[in-house]
């Protein structure tokens, strides 16, 4: 990551990535509309992470500059998923729900370190599938892919009117 002092560290606390939630809904609005980026909602979604964060098969991994006042740069969030045994062979898999640094950071490895850390933490787990999704106009799919990820499903969309 370059000469830039950056630390990845796990924490319980979303509170730290607050401005991060708020700017990943602004990106995220720019290919769906119907994402909601609103200050409320980033209120919920720390809630949300809060909640999920008491569980042992939940992540957060933040990026940080050291020594900087504005020190947040990145954080990648995910779980553990369960499935029916009855209907899927494979019944544990990673998700990677959030993964966002900072636009005047990227390129420079912190997002690459971030899923590294996330994978690496499945792998403790024995987790041996990792999912995530990411928007079909979102430049990050070719991140993924540089980093072996597939794709594995196409979701479809189509908007109608009603009178």
């Not at 919920?44 to 569980?55: G, T």
């Not at 504005?70 to 494979?90: C, D, H, P, S």
């Amino acid at each position: 990551m370059k000469s830039q002092k950056i630390k990845i560290f796990q924490t319980r606390n979303p509170e730290i990535v607050k401005s991060l939630v708020s700017g990943l809904r602004k990106f995220e609005n720019k290919f769906d509309a119907d994402m909601r980026s609103d200050e409320e909602s980033v209120e919920k979604q720390i809630e949300w992470m809060k909640r999920k964060l008491q569980s042992e098969s939940t992540f957060l991994f933040v990026a940080i500059r050291e020594n900087e006042k504005q020190n947040t740069i990145g954080y990648v969030f995910g779980w553990i998923e369960r499935r029916n045994k009855n209907y899927w062979k494979l019944t544990r898999f990673g998700y990677v729900a959030e993964l966002f640094v900072k636009e005047e950071f990227r390129g420079m490895g912190v997002g690459r370190t971030l899923l590294e850390k996330a994978e690496k933490w499945f792998a403790e787990k024995r987790i041996t599938k990792i999912f995530l999704d990411v928007e079909a106009e979102n430049p990050a799919l070719n991140f993924y892919k540089k980093l072996g990820y597939r794709e594995l499903e196409l979701r479809m969309v189509k908007e109608i009117s009603y009178s």
